[in-house]
């Protein structure tokens, strides 16, 4: 069921979002030019560009220090901030503990409404999930798993409702 509140919402969105992307691995692949292969990162920009603007977009490695170095970096130009990686739970996983320690508010719906659809596809193994959204100097961060079925799903959940949380996020 629509809500009628937040369709009128929509309406009265942002006409323009700008995006950027972060992608924590220690891992990803080099091709012969030099280039770090990314399949997720792509998939959340081809996303993107559908409706939104691409303000920035970087690999990095899976350390706090980098992470919040790029985060204050883009912030100012950014509406909303994607993160894909570092959401495990091995030792180098390190993305959750980061955002949430500048987060002034979090968006546990997402993690949850993300980990229940994972639960009805793959089972128990969901709760191994830590992806979670907030807000940090009036811009949106959403960290998502580094698994490209895994970004498509965070995707699918949050990408039509940017307009709408970008509104209430500036008033």
């Known amino acids: 069921m629509k809500s009628k509140t937040a369709e ?48 920035h977009y970087e690999i990095i490695s899976d350390n706090e220090n980098e992470l919040l170095s790029t985060i204050n970096m883009i912030k100012n130009n950014s509406d909303v901030i994607f993160t894909t990686g570092g959401t495990g739970i091995s030792s180098r996983d390190i993305t959750v503990e980061t955002l949430q320690s500048i987060f002034e508010k979090e968006l546990t719906g997402f993690g949850e409404i993300f980990r229940y659809e994972t639960y009805k596809d793959l089972g128990s193994t969901a709760f191994l999930s830590r992806a979670t959204g907030g807000i940090f100097e009036k811009t949106l961060i959403f960290a998502m798993p580094g698994s490209p079925n895994a970004v498509k799903l965070g995707l699918s959940l949050i990408i039509d409702e940017l307009g709408h949380l970008t509104k209430h996020l500036k008033e």
């Open 8 to 55: 009128e919402h929509k309406k009265l969105s942002p006409k323009t979002i700008k995006c950027s992307v972060i992608t924590l691995s220690d891992s990803k692949s080099k091709t012969e030019d030099g280039k770090k292969t990314d399949k997720s990162g792509h998939i959340i920009i081809a996303e993107i560009e559908k409706k939104y603007e691409l303000s």
